[in-house]
């Protein structure tokens, strides 16, 4: 599609369960990238991916983070036994490579979900 | 300034007033800074990018100014309208490494 897609667009769980968010990017991008926002304050960059092969894994935590990006799926971020302070809105953005930057530049941002631990 | 917990710095103006928006970002080796508006319950969206090599770069009715020697990047929005009230942040990367937001600021502007 033409806009990055995200679902469910909110998600409660109770502390202990698990929570798995989508993510469809834009056709053709083949980086993507997962953010958490809390408050509205920064986005704490998670991981992101370079298609199926994870890119850049520095902000994820390891004990109850996961993500995945299958060829033809959505791309995945599952958070087992949740904690209240996993509540936050995660965010999902695509982008493309660029030749002339060799690298990737602009990130297109999905709606975001909003993920409340109870 | 500098926003504690909760608060995020704001910026109060009146609509049809030129607002600038300032961010100081961290890392001097960074080579590609980008502006993003975020708007209430919505994602954040893109507004404007800059590289390192330039200084200024214009859009539609906004400005980017980069001040390498300072680290320091602002964003001009010329006859701000009711519209342009978001939260903005600035974000900045080097390479292939990953973006790195700062931290926002709240324009508010009334009628």
């Known amino acids: 599609g033409e806009e990055v897609a995200q679902t469910p667009k909110h998600l409660v769980r109770g502390e202990g369960q698990k929570a798995k968010l989508y993510c469809a990017p834009i056709?053709?991008?083949?980086?993507v990238f997962w953010y958490q926002q809390v408050l509205k304050n920064e986005f704490k960059f998670l991981i992101s991916f370079q298609n199926e092969n994870v890119f850049d894994e520095t902000g994820m935590p390891k004990e109850r983070f996961s993500a995945k990006c299958l060829p033809n799926s959505p791309c995945s971020l599952e958070i087992q036994a949740t904690k209240l302070e996993d509540s936050a809105v995660y965010f999902c953005a695509s982008s493309q490579w660029s030749r002339r930057a060799s690298s990737y530049n602009e990130q297109f941002f999905g709606p975001g979900t909003r993920l409340t631990v109870l | 300034g500098e926003s504690v917990g909760l608060h995020l710095p704001t910026l109060s103006v009146q609509e049809g007033d030129n607002s600038i928006i300032n961010c100081a970002y961290s890392?001097?080796?960074?080579?590609?800074f980008i502006w993003y508006k975020q708007e209430s319950g919505k994602g954040p969206q893109f507004i404007i990018d800059?590289?390192?090599?330039?200084d200024k770069r214009q859009g539609q009715r906004v400005t980017v100014l980069l001040n390498k020697t300072v680290k320091h990047l602002s964003l001009q929005i010329a006859a701000t309208q009711p519209g342009d009230s978001a939260v903005y942040f600035c974000a900045e990367k080097k390479g292939y490494s990953t973006l790195t937001f700062g931290k926002g600021t709240m324009l508010l502007v009334s009628p």
């Open positions: 800059i590289r390192s090599n330039m």
């Open positions: 056709k053709g991008h083949s980086y």
């Open positions: 890392n001097s080796a960074s080579d590609y």
